[in-house]
């Protein structure tokens, strides 16, 4: 006879401490049953061992993230088909034993040990989803969790109590059981087919108190209060289970809770290997024991009821201990901290290799593809070195250094890394507002913002807004007179819900939005009511929130303040205007935290960085069309990080692709394909065969946005690190800020506006300005005029003509939007930009108020406007940057069809 059987014999039952698919799959543990192991527990730990350090699982991962199956997903359904499998392999111990044996434990959620309706909620829906009688539950012996085990035992829920390290943690875990019990029995249900076991930790404790009694110079007492403590436990379960009050549950078939000794392997190597089985072996107890010990126990250890000798010694012990000054309650206490947060770390380290191995799947299923030509060598070499020096773990790690020897404006910077699950816990406020918002009668939205403000909100709105059934959103981020007036007087106004949406509080154009919008608004439905037709979005403590109070706005949204306005996509700022538009955020977050530590972003931050340092700094984006604001989205993000000190990536979006040809030997392409989507396929095909690099993404739908946000981010963050620069600040933004106040002064101080020269709108004199040109310049159009599809028409045929004449790369931006989006970059690159700034005057001016709600006013949206265009002029060429001006006046359109040739 096994000794494993002996123990049965004794009355101790061995459960094992261990589950993995090798194990049930190989006929190991039909092995261990053979041998007389009855049950099965599983933690965290455990199964991180057993997914997360072993190929085991990958085909399973594979399978069901191709299925579409979330990272939580993906571990629950492995751990249930694991568990599942067990229970019905130990399920002739169950029928054998009479229930008392043959059980399978699965843990709840660890981080759910601070939550009581949560841990219920799980512990329910897991025993209802395995539906076997021989499955045990594991709750947490904290304060939250004592009262879930008493309700989850009325439900006749069997419950394997975990982490019990004191003996009034036990007391209150039996007086739960036992509770439970007769409040199951007083609703007429039974309760003779309910098991349950409470496990009381042991090893951990002699680990923890050996370095108090070592502290105090006692060596007497080390590696016997573990022991003692469990004793003890034992003589309290003989009487709480022999008492009167457990004999009239007896008496309705009730089992009693038998406690069962877990962290039973020794952890001190001066102590016998068995410690922990043989002296706590006794009835109506379980231990459950690690395989290294199964098998000690096996070959050495010794058959004999133990557990009930020596019992005075042990309450001698204990006493011993606190006169000693150790306090053995706190210590326990600071085990059960530690547990609970050593198993959530487990599970977090579990759920992030999912997460991982879920994400390279996913990337390798979408088709990331770069062809590099000869450039794979140098970029291959930049991976190697990122490695070598743990960038992407030190980034993880908020270590500034990656960046700068100095943390300003990068250790408070990095919040982004974490929105992929921190904003999980904001969807429920989100799917609220937006049900009360369309509750309250709005039927559309407008928000006011600038660069990162806007640029997330407007692409959601142009992707989304005819694929999703939410309410249309219009992004107004143009001082131009003309447009302000149009957005004014194309609304519905007094059924438009305003979002003011600025990081700071005080961006300059935001507010004037504000002001001219609140008294549009309050004219009609008058000041009691105006304010709640707004809402703000803005960091904890801007002027915004003062505003917001003042004005009694509808609602406030409060940002994370480590958080960047480029890098805020996947926060309030970006998700809150998608969950108007009726984007399914939850959806789009958990694309992005599919990729959060997938190799992609790596690679494509690899790649960005070495290319621009061998000269291929022009990112040329070639989007579908249904996808195309994308690349609005991520020019800001590219030049606003990386275009200073001298160095700099330039993002080209919504140039038409030419033929091959047409371009320099100073690009890299990506092309973002949409699944279905072959239309630029040829000419993409065409690029590579000509040797150009090209990077493709296919996007299985328009929720892989998700991931391609987080994969830009953290590709940006990468490339800064590669191009020695640091990518969260934008030192040069200030100056053109600066010198528009300038203007602003002088006008209010003179009636006018400063003077810059400006040359006549022809054909010669643009021709003459781009005869400048040459390899691996750039130019940039610079547009403070209306933005409408016939100004977009021109200035996308003068963009072709001018790259078709110089091969180098073209931008458009309308002013002053461009300002926050590409304007660092023109500043603070390596100088090889062409400016050609192109202003107007509005047929009809617009009054700024001074103040929301006030009707003076001191300026016009028009003079804002042109001084932000002076003030952008004049901080260009104070960086000595080749500059051309021309005033179009009023007749924008006529006199930009005079430089077309």
Known sequence: MSKLRELFDLGQSVWYDNISRTLLDSGEMQALIDEGVVGVTSNPSIFEKAIAKSSDYDGAIRELAQAGKSTNEIYEAMALEDIGEAADLFRPVYDKTGGVDGYISLEVSPTLARDTEGTIAEARRLFAALNRPNIMIKVPATPEGIPAIETLTADGININVTLIFSLSSYEDVMNAYITGLEKRLAAGQPINNISSVASFFVSRVDTAVDKALAAKGNSELQGKIAIANAKVAYARFQQMFGNERWQKLAENGARAQRPLWASTSTKNPNYPDTL???????????????????????????????????????????????????????????????????????????????????????????????????????????????????????????????????????TNRLGWLHTPKTMVAELDRLNQFVAQVKAAGFTEVMLLGMGGSSLAPELFANVFGTAVSGLPVRVLDSTDATAVKNYAETADLPHTLFIVSTKSGGTVETLSFFKYFYNRVANLVGTDKAGRQFVAITDPGSKLVTLAETYRFRATFLNDPNIGGRYSVISFFGLLPAALVGVNVARLLERARAVSKAPTATKLGAILGTLAQQGRDKVTLITSEQIASFGDWVEQLIAESTGKNGVGILPVVGEPVLAPVAYGDDRLFVHLRLAGDDSMDTAVAQLEAANQPVIRFDLADLYDLGGQFFIWELATAVAGHILGIQPFDQPNVESAKVLARKMVATYQETGKLPQLDSAEPTAANLQAFVHQAKPGDYISIHAYVPPTPETDALLQLLRVQLLKQTKCATTVGYGPRFLHSTGQLHKGDSGNGLFIQFTSEPEEDVAIPDEAGAAASGMTFGVLKQSQALGDAQALLDENRRLIRFELGTAVNQKLQLLLR
């Not at 096996?298 to 012990?317: I, N, P, S, W």
């Open 276 to 410: 922990y089985v043989d002296t706590l072996i006794g009835p109506n107890t379980v231990n459950t024991v690690p395989p290294a010990t199964v098998d000690a126990f096996k070959d050495h250890g010794t058959v004999a009821v133990t557990l009930t000798e020596g019992l005075e010694d042990a309450v001698g012990q204990l006493d011993a201990l606190a006169n000693l000054g150790i306090s053995l309650s706190e210590i326990t206490d600071q085990l059960q901290v530690a547990g609970v947060d050593s198993f959530a770390k487990a599970f977090e380290g579990l759920m992030d290799s999912i997460a991982g191995k879920r994400a390279a799947i996913l990337t390798e299923a979408v088709g990331f593809a770069a062809n590099l030509a000869n450039l794979e060598t140098a970029v291959s070499a930049t991976e190697a070195e990122l490695q070598k020096n743990s960038i992407i773990e030190r980034i993880w790690q908020h270590d500034h250094t990656v960046w700068h020897p100095e943390p300003t404006e990068i």
